[in-house]
């Protein structure tokens, strides 16, 4: 994960596997990978207009903004009343044998859509966060016509209709993120 004001600093062994756990914390629990998105979104924003908006309970919104606070990624402005918060954009980078990975802002935004578009749920349900996040890497292509869906579909192993239907809910989801995750490929 980086945010902009670390890509210049030295490679700390506990910060990078703190932020790789972040990471995975938001890729595994949708409500809180929803939030995120929200606040990168809108922020800053009053707490009591995320509540209501993402019709959260009280006690759960305060519970995922301090355990974003306790990850790094959030910072409430407490001066202010009301008081607002704020989210970094973040990306993790990994280099792995099987090649490079970047995911960003984007996928975290896919993982929290899964509460409300049933597509992306089935799949999650069906395939797991691994091949969400490669169906993302081939949505893109798609956008940027590299591929047909039908061809994407066959690369990423899942029948012609499942990976349509999700490229083209993976598609709403990347055209929305060109406008706050700043680590997007984008598509021309």
Avoid: C, W
């Amino acid at each position: 994960m980086s945010t902009d004001d670390r890509v210049a600093t030295p490679p700390n062994p506990e910060e990078t596997f703190n932020d790789f756990l972040t990471y995975a914390e938001l890729l595994n629990t949708p409500p809180l990978a929803r939030l995120y998105i929200y606040i990168l979104q809108n922020g800053p924003v009053e707490i009591e207009t995320i509540k209501a908006d993402l019709k959260m309970a009280h006690s759960t919104t305060y519970k995922y903004i301090g355990q974003l606070e306790e990850m790094g990624i959030l910072t409430r402005a407490e001066g202010e009343k009301p008081a607002t918060v704020t989210v970094d954009p973040i990306r993790l980078h990994l280099e792995t044998e099987h090649g490079d990975v970047l995911a960003t802002p984007t996928l975290i935004a896919a993982i929290g859509r899964q509460l409300a578009v049933e597509d992306i749920r089935v799949f999650v349900e069906r395939h797991g966060i691994a091949k969400l996040a490669a169906a993302l890497h081939y949505t893109l292509r798609v956008m940027a016509g590299e591929l047909t869906q039908r061809t994407a579909a066959t690369k990423l192993g899942v029948h012609p209709v499942e990976g349509m239907t999700v490229f083209t809910a993976l598609q709403d989801i990347v055209e929305e993120a060109t406008t706050y995750d700043p680590y997007l490929e984008r598509p021309e």
